[in-house]
């Protein structure tokens, strides 16, 4: 199963019907709203999956309109769809993996772990204002201070 299957079928398991829309704006790429995931069906698969997974981070971390960007609260709720989106395709754990399989660019990691670029950019800088310059994660040190760095403690 691909990510974006799995996410789907998270959905479904969470009563969350998911639905390709066709948005009148190019720039909206998905929406949560009451028990319904919409996508826009013009992504691809990749798209698709890091889209709906800041949606089921919405389902799961934020409560009512949040749609004004001019409100604190409802940018706080947004900032906390995406962490949780971060984590749940990426997280310090991918970050690893991709280092364990020997990715060396910030492609070959992106391909690695089936997120966009930008997706994983994202998510390194939210890492880097949650965690600051480095992070112990089980054996590992993520370092990033420079881009992003992984390394063994012995």
């Not at 709720?77 to 962490?83: D, I, N, P, V, Y």
Request: hydrophobic content about 35%; overall charge negative; proline content about 2%.
């Amino acid at each position: 199963m691909t990510d974006y299957e799995l996410l789907e079928a998270e959905a479904v398991n969470n009563n969350i019907d998911v639905v390709q829309y066709d948005f009148q704006s190019p720039r909206i790429k998905g929406l949560y709203c009451d028990g319904v995931i919409s996508i826009s069906p013009h992504l691809s698969n990749v798209e698709k999956a890091d889209v709906l997974a800041e949606e089921l981070g919405h389902y799961y971390t934020s409560c009512g309109n949040i749609l004004d960007p001019n409100n604190v609260s409802c940018r706080k709720q947004e900032q906390k769809a995406r962490l949780w989106a971060y984590d749940r395709r990426i997280g310090l754990s991918g970050i690893i993996r991709a280092y364990e399989h020997g990715c060396q660019s910030f492609h070959e990691t992106a391909d690695y772990l089936e997120v966009t670029e930008e997706f994983l950019s994202e998510a390194i800088k939210k890492y880097q204002a949650k965690y600051g310059l480095w992070v112990q994660h089980d054996e590992y040190v993520i370092s990033f201070a420079d881009g992003v760095q992984v390394g063994k403690m012995i």
